[in-house]
């Protein structure tokens, strides 16, 4: 049964644009969300959190997005760069817990 | 700062043998944690250190996994004997020890080691 759902295996953009990058999560417990970036062959690294008390959270070019009735998250990436093409993962934290649950991924491509 | 290393990077063997894989986290970094991580999926928890102790190995297979930390510091992950289905990315992160008043700690992940079982 997963927890956190990415239900988009991959997303393309093109450059400039934004990327908008969905998260669904079932579980009530979670209080804390982040995003990880993985690109081939190197482990997933952190990019952004938000803890349940905020609904905003916005770092540069990247913002995320939390909606709590709707058990819902998403990352926005504007400008989206050709950089930016890699794996997301969404991933969700229980209150009091360091666990982490992780989302399957979504490949995002940004074309020039 | 050097980040969680992990070695082998690469690791080739047949069904039946042992593997083992080893890891070395950030400096200072009391928790460490071992993921597995198939094929179009996300990282899943096998196992998770709090300095030479196993907090949290709900999710390890223990007929045919194991995993040590000694010394509170490296920690190597065993298979014996290894299956086909075993074939993955094993993961290896560390944070620091206790979490910041009302955040999370960030878990740093090595490269992983990518096993394949023939």
């Known amino acids: 049964d997963q927890q956190v759902k990415q239900n988009s295996p991959s997303l393309s953009v093109q450059e400039g644009r934004i990327s908008i990058l969905n998260c669904d999560y079932t579980?009530?417990?979670?209080?804390?969300f982040l995003w990880y970036k993985k690109y081939p062959a190197e482990g997933p690294t952190f990019l952004i959190s938000?803890?349940?008390?905020?609904d905003k959270n916005e770092d540069g070019r990247f913002t995320v997005f939390l909606n709590k009735s709707a058990k819902h998250l998403s990352l926005h990436i504007v400008p989206s760069q050709p950089g930016d093409s890699a794996v997301y993962f969404c991933?969700?934290?229980?209150?009091?817990?360091?666990?982490?649950?992780f989302g399957k991924g979504t490949k995002l491509t940004v074309n020039p | 700062e050097a980040g969680v290393v992990q070695s082998p990077r690469y690791k080739i063997i047949e069904k039946k043998q042992p593997v083992a894989f080893w890891c070395n986290p950030i400096s200072g970094h009391n928790t460490l944690y071992w993921y597995l991580q198939n094929l179009g999926q996300g990282p899943e928890l096998l196992i998770r250190?709090?300095?030479?102790?196993?907090?949290?190995d709900s999710q390890l297979p223990k007929d045919r996994f194991s995993a040590e930390r000694l010394k509170g510091v490296d920690s190597t992950l065993k298979i014996q004997p290894a299956e086909l289905g075993d074939s993955a990315v094993y993961l290896c992160?560390?944070?620091?020890?206790?979490?910041?008043?009302?955040?999370?700690?960030?878990?740093?992940f090595g490269p992983g080691t990518r096993l394949t079982v023939l």
């Open positions: 579980n009530s417990m979670f209080d804390y």
């Open positions: 938000i803890s349940s008390i905020k």
């Open positions: 250190y709090e300095n030479e102790e196993a907090v949290d």
């Open positions: 992160a560390s944070s620091l020890e206790g979490g910041l008043a009302g955040g999370y700690n960030e878990q740093f």
């Open positions: 991933a969700a934290s229980p209150g009091g817990s360091e666990k982490l649950v």
